[in-house]
């Protein structure tokens, strides 16, 4: 596949890019093309946004989830004389029609830029520069804004994991005490029930001494009531048998 890119105003055609073609393959081969020595930036600009390519990315994969109307800026960074950086931005495109300049093996190509032009690219790359440091710094404050909220997040999850360890402690104690005190309530009511059953034994003892003292006065009673009627029928044989013999004289 082709990828035109701007770069100095013009718009130059990277031909042979694959899905293994990295950002920094697509900056090396216009370098050297343009024959311009310094740093480089790849910058996927579309109509609400922009954002800078990091070396390693790869263009086949990353374009394919670009929005649409996309296009590829590439920014020389120099060091000027004061020692600032600087950026060069290419001017709007006209009739926002692209016409690719094709580049050769040998990297030959074509830049001409004016006077007017360059002061213009200058300033143009100064905005640009603070452009993207306030994005950058947009970017910096939303990344510490979304840890903050991830920090509290966290810190509500701990407080939830605490809280659920401590119930988790507290329904354990009161399941140790329930036991204990079921246990020592069967221990008492074991106790009761065999206090219970004692007194029902002690009683039932009385009760059998009573009814064998009775079953042995009873007994002593039948013997002498025998033994009082044995000694009336001895004495009315004997009444009777005298009375036989005065009768007989």
Known sequence: MELNIWFEGQPRTVCNVTRDTSCHDVIMAVARTAGLPGRYTLVLRWPNGERPMAPNEPMAASLSRAPQHAELILQRTELTAAGQ??????????????RPASLDTNGSGSSNCSTSSAEQLDAAASENVRRQLKQRLLMQEHEI?????????????????????QSAGSLEQRLHQQEAEL???????????????????????????????????????????????????????????????????
């Not at 950086?85 to 692209?98: D, G, V």
Request: hydrophobic share 35%.
């Open 145 to 165: 804004e979304m840890n903050r909220l991830r920090i509290e997040e966290l810190d509500k999850e701990l407080r939830l994991l605490q809280l659920s360890c």
């Open 183 to 249: 246990q020592q309530l069967s221990q008492a009511n074991l106790a009761d029930c065999l206090a219970q059953e004692r007194q029902l034994h002690d009683r039932l003892q009385a009760e059998r001494r009573v009814w064998d003292k009775r079953l042995t006065d009873v007994n002593l009673r039948l013997a002498e009531l025998r033994a009082s009627a044995h000694s009336l029928q001895v004495r009315s044989t004997a009444a009777a048998a005298n009375g036989a013999g005065g009768q007989f004289l």
């Open 85 to 98: 950086q600087h950026q060069q931005q290419p001017p709007q495109r006209q009739n926002n029609q692209l």
